[in-house]
């Protein structure tokens, strides 16, 4: 063969660089990950926005008070004596007295809330979970409201609407999961659908017993339990919710892993040796108990276990163990600061509680609900 086959790095004459320009690295792509805050600086940011939030919401109202005194109030609770108190004693009676058992009612009832719709999320598989979504909250209200009604108070005041809470709470859930999982495949459509049903069932059997209960009074005096509000506040309320509450978020982070798990699907779940029906069944009973205590003494405030829970992923990632702790912070801010706008807005008429947060979660929940169908969609 007499042709020479020359390569082509010979064409180009010595001494000469090539005209082309090397070709550049890609630039490396940051994952939402890296991106993120540590975790620690997201609970030092969070903790700090709370304190903030308690501490405004002690100071403004129809009395508006010096941020610096309320929270020279709130030090001396703890450390008698620390300073010689230099504002009139009726601001004790205004900080101590009316506004802090509304403010930590506000906290326990907004991180218990976003407690329960993070592990309702995860033990139905679906994001648009939500206490009140699924009727869970209506059938709580149901539950107290038919006890008020009925006047049968075995258990005290406060006790017996809080079981019939619990009970009706945990009714609804069963119903509304074995409607949703007819035909043995649970979609996000069928599942909104049969929990939008039973709530409006159930609300519509809650109106009936207040109009035809023999108290006029009843109407006015309990219609809390259907719009959701704090204004009943007191110290002799907190105890129980707060237990419930404290214990209930206690044991969902004990479980945090079986909860991790079980998002990534039942068959790896089982495979990994959770017994899914066994923990999903006591998680139902723990959630509907949660919602319970909180209903009994708030009423149905929708749509805060549905948006707290999706920002706090963005901010620390969907391992449970991280979210729930920040939820319950997230989520107490986040209530505290709407009870504040709720009783200041349009003072001196108070705004209910439930109709505040559902003029906050119903565009979120329309934008969360294209989100998924565009998933769905790009899934196909």
Request: proline share 7%.
């Amino acid at each position: 063969m007499s042709g020479e086959v020359r390569s082509s790095a010979s064409t180009v004459p010595q001494g000469k660089a090539p005209s082309a320009e090397p070709p550049r690295p890609a630039p490396e792509r940051v994952s939402p990950r890296e991106r993120r805050l540590p975790y620690p600086i997201v609970l030092v940011l969070l903790g700090a926005a709370l304190a903030g939030a308690v501490v405004v919401s002690l100071a403004v109202g129809s009395v508006s008070l010096p941020p610096t005194d309320v929270a020279a109030i709130l030090v001396r609770q703890v450390v008698p004596g620390w300073s010689d108190p230099g504002w009139p004693a009726t601001y004790d009676t205004i900080v101590l007295d009316v506004r802090l058992p509304r403010v930590l009612l506000a906290g326990i009832v907004g991180a218990g809330l976003s407690a329960v719709g993070t592990a309702l999320q995860a033990l139905v598989r679906n994001p648009l979970a939500d206490p009140y979504l699924l009727g869970i909250s209506s059938g709580a209200s149901l539950g107290a409201v038919a006890s008020l009604v009925s006047g049968i108070m075995v258990l005290g005041t406060l006790a017996t609407p809080m079981v019939a809470a619990f009970v009706g709470s945990m009714i609804t859930l069963v119903t509304v999961y074995a409607l949703a999982n007819s035909g043995g495949r649970m979609t996000t459509t069928r599942l909104v659908l049969a929990g939008v049903a039973v709530s409006y069932v159930l609300s519509a059997l809650a109106d009936l017993l207040l109009s035809t209960a023999a108290d006029p009074h009843l109407l006015s005096s309990i219609r809390f339990w259907t719009l959701g509000s704090l204004a009943g506040a007191e110290w002799r309320t907190l105890p129980i919710p707060t237990t419930v509450v404290l214990l209930g978020l206690a044991a969902l982070l004990w479980r945090a892993g079986s909860l991790n798990l079980l998002v990534a699907g039942e068959e790896s779940a089982g495979t990994l040796g959770l017994d899914v029906h066994r923990f999903r069944t006591g998680m139902f009973v723990l959630v509907s108990l949660m919602t319970g205590a909180m209903v009994a003494v708030s009423g149905s405030i929708g749509f805060v276990g549905l948006m707290v829970p999706h920002a706090v992923r963005m901010l620390v990632g969907a391992d449970h163990r991280r979210v729930l702790p920040t939820a319950a912070l997230l989520g107490a801010t986040f209530l505290i600061i709407a009870d504040l706008a709720a009783r200041t807005v349009a003072a001196p008429q108070e705004i209910q509680l439930g109709v505040l947060t559902a003029l906050c979660g119903g565009p979120f929940f329309v934008w969360l609900l294209r989100r998924q169908a565009r998933r769905e969609r790009a899934v196909r």
